[in-house]
Each structure stands twice: as structure tokens, then as C-alpha cells.
């Protein structure tokens, strides 16, 4: 979402009528997209702050974006001083606005300054600050039109900003305010321009994309679902992030209705632990989260699940512990991204007794990396002999393979036309003017080269005329954990 996030911002400030340049050292104002689900991501976002120092010298202007914006609001200013802009992830809708008073702050503040010396005075005027962080009780959502988008065959459409869920441990309530949906009118137009620009896959986004409520009334998200689906020309939908408790049978009969809809659903469940769960104000229970499971499983198609856990939450006993285990063998997921509970600001955990220590923590999760590795090499396995069609994403010379990416969300290298693929890879060419550039500054997330920039090349070396963009079908050979082989057909 945050990379998303700054795909939104970097389009709206273009339109504005900023350039986007490839380094920090040629821009005069950098933009730091931030996030703080966990506080390693935090800390990491203060150590890069006190890098970008010694670039205030060179006159440059720096603002911080996101969540760590959000979270610490004008405490950025007292740990990083040379920040001039502070803005959270509700309020970039303001963005031009506010970097408008900027210029405006600096330009007098120039003029003071010059008005000083010439009565000797050496004394620096004040450095101007704005701050942006009010916005999230707004139902408004954040302008999508003039969206950057940086890969060229994959597009993103945030139907659905903020969540309600409050889980105990999390912080995106607080930074990213309430939910808030757009109406599936604006959705569906955008997925059709999307289509027209040469775009075929698009994945809708949320922080609970399944939460989704058209405030027009017309459609529900499984309907929504489909509907962008069958946008003419649209060969994958993808849709991320599903909560369990608002993850309807209707989801699984739209999938199996339309078949651009991926085979794939990320259902985060965090804990296999009923009791945890409560604890985690995660509003379901383990028998209910295996019954959404069950209804993934019973439908027609072969949907791949995945999810999200996190160990050590204060309290998780190892009676807890072996439950979360126990579910990886239940439900057989194709892949877990597993966290250390990482306590967060201002959060219901953060008071609660019983913290598990960071050692602990560790092993339980190097335990789930484990179990989880064994069930996925099991999973992988199966493929071997299977054809599947991928969309190529790249090339990796190293190995002479082409890289894609199968309906399930797997990861399929291959080899093409009985040659190997070289060293480059062809991609589509684009016509948006938004592909030229790159926006000024380092930041996570927010400075990405395009993807035509990175593997764009000369046709005449792909010995079997492949297309970053394209699909093929592919028949597996080989397995591993994580990806599978094989050669196109
Ligand atoms: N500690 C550890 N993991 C967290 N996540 C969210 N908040 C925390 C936290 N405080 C994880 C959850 C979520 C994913 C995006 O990040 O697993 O699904
Ligand atoms: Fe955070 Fe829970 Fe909302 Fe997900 S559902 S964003 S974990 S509060």
C-alpha cells in the first residue's frame, strides 16, 4: 500500500508541475514515505533522517510522509530538526497545497533573511514547517487520477483507505484513520483507463479490502470483485488485504464465476489461538477463521492461501504456540510472512503484562519458518508436471531464466523456445508521460525506477520473442520451496 501510496503523491505533485529526478543529490525537495507497522521499520526511518543532515546545507527541503509522520506528528521536528514538512498518509490530498505554503514560508523567509544582511544582522530567519495530520476522521479519499503508476503491466487501485478493526497490537487506525470507501462507480472507470493505457492486471487495495462498502450502495466487494474482472482486456484481478471476519462465501463464488480473478487469497490470521485471538481483538476464532478456510477450499478452482502470523504476542504461552503451529499443517498455506510482535505507540498490547522475550520470540518464529518450509516444499511439489500460464515479470540473467509469476501468486522460472533467456528482456512501451520520471528523494517505497526503466532492451535478443507483460504458458519440471521451474510451451 505504501508503495502505492507514493505512486498517488509522486503523480499528483508531476501534475503539479514538480519533475521527478533520480537521486537525492539532484533534488531540491525530498519526500520520505514512511511506514510504522513494527519499530524496526520506525527506527530505520530516524537513521535515514540523520543522513539526509548533511544535505541541508545544500539548501534542499525535506518532508516526511506516511505513517511515521502520522504517528510522531511534530516530534518529527524535535528528532530531525531539518525537516520542513510533515504529513500523514490521511492527508496527502493537501499535498500540493501545503508544499505551496512551503514555497511560499521559504521565499519569505529568503526575503528576511536578505532584508538582515543588509543591516548586518548574520542571524537565520526561522525554518518554515508545515504539518499535515488532522485529515482522518475525512470520508474523502486520497485523489487517484494522476497516480504514477511505476510497473508497467500491473496496476493498483486503492478501493478502500483506513481501517476500524483496531486489533490490539496495531497502529494503522490511528495513522491511517477510519475506513472509508470510494464508490465502485470511480473504481470500475479507473480499472477501465487502466485497461485502455495497455494495463492487465490489477490488484484492488485496502488495509481490509473485503471491509469495502460502495458509499453509492450499488455494489458489495464480491460484486465489485467481478466486475472489475470483467473489464475488457483485464487478464488478472488480485486483491489484498482480506480480514477473516468480513470474508464471505461470496468472494470464493465470484472466483470460481470469473475467471480472471486469481487463484489466491492472502487471509492474514495472526495466531491460531482462540484465546490470543480474543487477546488480539482479531473478532474471530480459530473455528471460525478454519470455516472461511473451508469454503476456500470446497471451491471449484485450486485457490492458493497465504497468510500473515505473529509470535510472541504478551501472553502466548506454548500451549498457544503449538495451536498456531498445528493450523500451518490444517490449513496448508502456500506461504506465511511471520513477525516477532513488535510493541507499537499508543496501541491497547502495549500495556499488557506477560512479554514474551526477544529470544523467545525468536525461536517460535524460526519454528513456523521451519514447519512452514517442509508443508511448502510438500505444496511446491505438486506442480511438477502441471502447465500453468504465467505473465512474464523479467529475466534472470544469472540463471539464463525468464521470470513469472502464475495465477496463485507463484513464482515460475522458466526457460523459453529451447534457448535460454539472456541477459535483458523486453517491455511494453509506454505513452505516459508520468513513465519518464522519478520523483526526487531515497525513501523507501516512494522512489522506484519504472519497470520499463529496468528491463527495457533490445527485442532482438529474446530468443523467443517474450514481453515483460506478457503471458505464457509454462510446464512445470522442477520445485522448491519458494518457486517453482520450468519451460514454456
Ligand atoms: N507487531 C508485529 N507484527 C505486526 N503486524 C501488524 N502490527 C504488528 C505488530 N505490532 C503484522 C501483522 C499484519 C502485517 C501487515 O504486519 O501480521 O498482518
Ligand atoms: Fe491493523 Fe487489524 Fe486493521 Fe489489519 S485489521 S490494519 S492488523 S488493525
Not at 31 to 56: G, H, M, P
Not at 269 to 282: C, F, I, P
Not at 307 to 318: A, K, N
Request: aromatic share 8%; glycine share 8%; with cysteine.
Amino acid at each position: 500500500m505504501n508503495v502505492h501510496d507514493s505512486e498517488k503523491v509522486i503523480g499528483t505533485l508531476l501534475h503539479e508541475g514538480y519533475r521527478q529526478v533520480g537521486t537525492v543529490e539532484e533534488a531540491d525537495l525530498i519526500l520520505y514515505n514512511t511506514c510504522s507497522i513494527r519499530d524496526k521499520a520506525e527506527q530505520k526511518v530516524f537513521y535515514r533522517l540523520a543522513d539526509y543532515k548533511k544535505l541541508q546545507a545544500q539548501g534542499k527541503t525535506f518532508g516526511v510522509l506516511g505513517c511515521v509522520a502520522q504517528q510522531e506528528g511534530e516530534k518529527i521536528f524535535d528528532r530531525a530538526p531539518h525537516v520542513s514538512l510533515v504529513c500523514g498518509s490521511a492527508s496527502y490530498r493537501k499535498l500540493p497545497e501545503m508544499l505551496a505554503q512551503l514555497e511560499a514560508g521559504q521565499v519569505e523567509k529568503k526575503k528576511i533573511e536578505a532584508a538582515r544582511s543588509e543591516t548586518g544582522e548574520r542571524e537565520t530567519a526561522k525554518l518554515v514547517r508545515i504539518t499535515g495530520l488532522d485529515d482522518r476522521q475525512t470520508d474523502e479519499c486520497f485523489e487517484t487520477e494522476f497516480t504514477a503508476r511505476t510497473n508497467p503491466y500491473r496496476g493498483y487501485i486503492t478501493i478502500i483507505e483506513g481501517c476500524d478493526k483496531f486489533c490490539s497490537y496495531c497502529v494503522v487506525p490511528y495513522t491511517r484513520g477510519k475506513e472509508r470507501s470510494r464508490t465502485a462507480e470511480s473504481v470500475l472507470a479507473e480499472a477501465r483507463q487502466m485497461a485502455d493505457l495497455g494495463y492487465s492486471e490489477i490488484q484492488l487495495l485496502g488495509q481490509n479490502v473485503n471491509s469495502y462498502k460502495d458509499p453509492a450502495g450499488k455494489k458489495s466487494f464480491a460484486e465489485l470483485l467481478a466486475a472489475v474482472g470483467e473489464v475488457p482486456a483485464i487478464r488478472r484481478v488480485r486483491f489484498t488485504t482480506s480480514h477473516p471476519r468480513d470474508f464471505g462465501r461470496d468472494i470464493v463464488e465470484a472466483i470460481d464465476t470469473v475467471p480472471t480473478l486469481c487463484d489466491h487469497v492472502h487471509l492474514p490470521v495472526q495466531s491460531g489461538s482462540t484465546r490470543v485471538l480474543d487477546a488480539m481483538q482479531r473478532l474471530y476464532s480459530r473455528e471460525q477463521y478454519l470455516e472461511r478456510i473451508a469454503w476456500i477450499k470446497a471451491a471449484k478452482r485450486d485457490i492458493s492461501i497465504t497468510s500473515d502470523m505473529i509470535v510472541g504476542f504478551p501472553g502466548e504461552t506454548e500451549a498457544d504456540f503449538e495451536e498456531t503451529l498445528s493450523l500451518l499443517d490444517e490449513v496448508g498455506y502456500d506461504s506465511v510472512f511471520t513477525f516477532k510482535y513488535s510493541p507499537r505507540p499508543n496501541t491497547p498490547s502495549l500495556s499488557l503484562e506477560d512479554a514474551i522475550p526477544d529470544a523467545e520470540k525468536a525461536r517460535r518464529l524460526e519454528m513456523i519458518m521451519g514447519r512452514q518450509r517442509e508443508i511448502q516444499i510438500d505444496r511446491y511439489k505438486k506442480y511438477v508436471g502441471a502447465t500453468v500460464e504465467v505473465m512474464v515479470e523479467g529475466v534472470n540473467a544469472g540463471r539464463g531464466q525468464w521470470i513469472g509469476r502464475t495465477s496463485q501468486n507463484k513464482t515460475l522460472n522458466f526457460v523459453a523456445g529451447g534457448g535460454a533467456a539472456e541477459s535483458t528482456a523486453t517491455s511494453k512501451p509506454r505513452s505516459k508521460a508520468t513513465d519518464k520520471s522519478a520523483l526526487s528523494g531515497g525513501a523507501e517505497g516512494s522512489v522506484r525506477p519504472t519497470q520499463a526503466t529496468s528491463t527495457e532492451t533490445d527485442q532482438s535478443v529474446c530468443p523467443a520473442q517474450l514481453v515483460v507483460g506478457s503471458y505464457c504458458s509454462v510446464r512445470v519440471t522442477a520445485s522448491f520451496p519458494n518457486s517453482l521451474v520450468g519451460e514454456m510451451i
